[in-house]
């Protein structure tokens, strides 16, 4: 079997590689292959990998290569997580529209539909190159995820799964909270990428968890989405949100928030150049230095919000994160064929009976061989499916924008997004983007 990472350089890289370690024989690994275009970036994560390879005292050989061709030909398996632009790009998407009054922020907002712009050509070329000379699957984790997914889907169809460690990050916390063990619940969950509810958690006697939970001031003070959304608003939902629809609901507050406090691009921008900077080092310092940014990273992670919110407190940071857990439940699913329920974006079909089949949403999905089943969800409040449906619309309309070029797409996706307030903001974030991006300025000339 061989499984390809592109976007090898990318700083989450040794989570998934440590995670191959552990299941090398389970998923019956023979190659592994790293393909970045930044040959600095991807020898300074090599060495981390190899300090991890020696820690765990497993061998998993990895190659590294700046051929796309020969990365992809005969994967079984291809992880994509690249950033377009890279951080200097997303300090860009997210400063733009804070200038103007507007959240700045590298998947909801205009932010989004920037970094969509410029990665979605990209990841539907890797889409026809992997057409051409692979069979596998892509497991998708480039942002924005959702409509990445439905972009690539166009060209390779099912083959091509989704994922966020959101979801399931907010399924493992309110099991904890509730003293559970995740695996023996269900979680009724349903949405786009970053846009998703959960409206019910029932344990194996069917017992229905969720309302006693949402009751309860002092267990919601124990999870991040409780913390974040306050018990109010939440048994006012009578469900609970993503934490991405923090920055739906509270709006205001997150803009002002951010402009006082910096964006998370600027934040890491500096710390990751710092840290590939530092070079030259052994192995086990590679990894060492890598587990430190990585810990500062998580520490400060979403301290913006909580920091709109009033709140002080921590992001709990987990040792094995979310990320590469999906991604392993996935490759495992299918090839031992687990048939195991994971919330991923594939293509509706019918699961959310008010978006057509193609339509690329997030859902429990049942996984085998054949890849994710995505379950019926049904009816959902209006408040939730009205706003999937116009997200749904920006997203399609901004696939449409990057895939010929077109200002005024752009411009009808940025002004038809909920959180810009008129047709002339969405102009001005527009024009202020192309100022900044000239590959932008020369794909939309
Ligand atoms: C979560 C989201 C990802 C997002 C990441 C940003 O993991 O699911 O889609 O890219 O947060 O984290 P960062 O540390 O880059 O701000
Ligand atoms: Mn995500």
Known sequence: MKLTIVGGGGF???????????????????????????????????????????????????????????????????????????????????????????????????????????????????????????????????NPAGMVTEACQRILGDKVIGICDSPSGMCRRVAAVLGRDPKELWFHYFGLNHLGWLTEVRDGTGAPLLDTLLADDAALERFEEGRLFGGEWLRTLGMLPNEYLYYFYYAADTVNAIRGGGSRGAFLLQQQREFYARNGHSPKAALEDWRTTRHDRERTYMAEARAAAGQEGEHDIEENSGYESEAMAVVDAIVNNTREVLILNTANRSALPFLDERAVVEVPCVVGRHGPVPVAIGEVPAHASSLISTMKDVERTTIEAALTGSEQLAIKALALHPLVPSVSTAREIFDGYRRRLPALAEAFA
């Open 12 to 142: 989450r890289v040794p989570l998934v590689y440590g995670a191959l370690l552990a299941r090398k024989e389970r998923l019956g690994l023979d190659e592994v292959v790293l393909y970045d275009i930044d040959e600095a970036r991807q020898a300074r994560i090599g060495q981390v990998l190899e300090g991890l390879a020696a820690e765990k005292g497993v061998e998993l050989p990895f190659r590294t290569t700046t051929d796309l061709v020969d990365a992809v030909s005969g994967a079984d398996f291809v992880f994509c997580a690249i950033r377009v632009g890279q951080l200097e790009g997303r300090v860009i998407d997210e400063d733009v529209p804070l200038g103007m009054g507007v959240l700045g922020q590298e998947t909801t907002g205009p932010g989004g539909i920037c970094f969509a712009l410029r990665t979605i050509p990209v990841m539907t070329k890797l889409a026809e190159t992997m057409a051409e000379h692979s069979n596998g699957w892509l497991i998708n984790f480039t």
